[in-house]
């Protein structure tokens, strides 16, 4: 008895300590910050990108499939390399930083292989913040509400 409590009373603090995850596929590019901060070299920075696609998002981070775990000659993960980040929400496009914390090959064969990168925000601000709070927020009602439907039978 005693033991069932404390083991809900731990999920229940874990939960809240974690930003939920949801899952949400949408299109993504990641490229890096030039080395010089000139116009063309931003310019050719944020045409070297990947195209990827979101798997799940949460308030505190991204994780996103991408056809190679490298750019040029950089890792997305590792270093504490910030990534640009652009996700073609449905309310827009934002755009964010983040840093690649982990990454996974996932796919069986080489011609569908892709790799599972998790990134963590740093950086999300102004409108761009707002976009992306409003969204998770109608994602999490979304949630909600169809979990509270199950639960009542209401079809």
Sequence with gaps: MIR????????????????????HAAVMKVWFDPDSNTELARQSARAACI???????SRTGVGFLVPAIRLKEKYLVGQERSLNIEIDLPTGKIQMKAIGC??????V???????????????????????????????????????????LGID
């Design 51 to 57: 195209f990827g696609e979101t798997l799940d998002i």
């Design 109 to 151: 064969h080489i011609s569908t292989e892709r790799f599972l990168v998790g990134a963590h925000i740093t950086s999300l601000e102004g409108a761009d913040r707002e976009n992306y709070e409003a969204f998770l927020k109608r994602r999490n009602l979304g949630a909600r509400s169809a979990t509270a439907s199950l639960e």
């Design 4 to 23: 069932e409590l404390i083991s809900k009373l731990n999920r229940s603090w874990s939960d809240r300590s974690i930003a939920p995850r949801r899952r």
């Design 102 to 107: 982990r990454y996974e090959k996932v796919g």
